[in-house]
């Protein structure tokens, strides 16, 4: 199981555990993380994210974007996105072939 951790969001420090993370978006050194309660924003860079994450629960679809694969729940390829609780999220081209080599395929 992956552990909680705590983040800090206008003041305040938020327990928040990877199961409820939808997807992480960066904006340069910011990152904000979509829950389907609520958003967080943080001062960490997508990378540093993506490392404290679970490699196994997590892909990146963008050079902007994290993804739970759990909450992927469509993936349109023809438009390069894949959808996460009903938003678009861009599939870059660097990032297509770990995104299909992590998906559980029939």
Known sequence: TEECFYIKDRGSLYK???VDILYVEADEKYC???TRQRKYTINMRLKEMYDRLSPTAFVQTHRS?????DNIEKINPSDQVVIVAGKEIPIGKSYKDELFGKLNRL
């Not at 974007?65 to 694969?69: I, N």
């Open 32 to 34: 904000t993380i979509s």
């Open 65 to 69: 974007f994290l993804v739970r694969k």
């Open 16 to 18: 928040l555990n990877p």
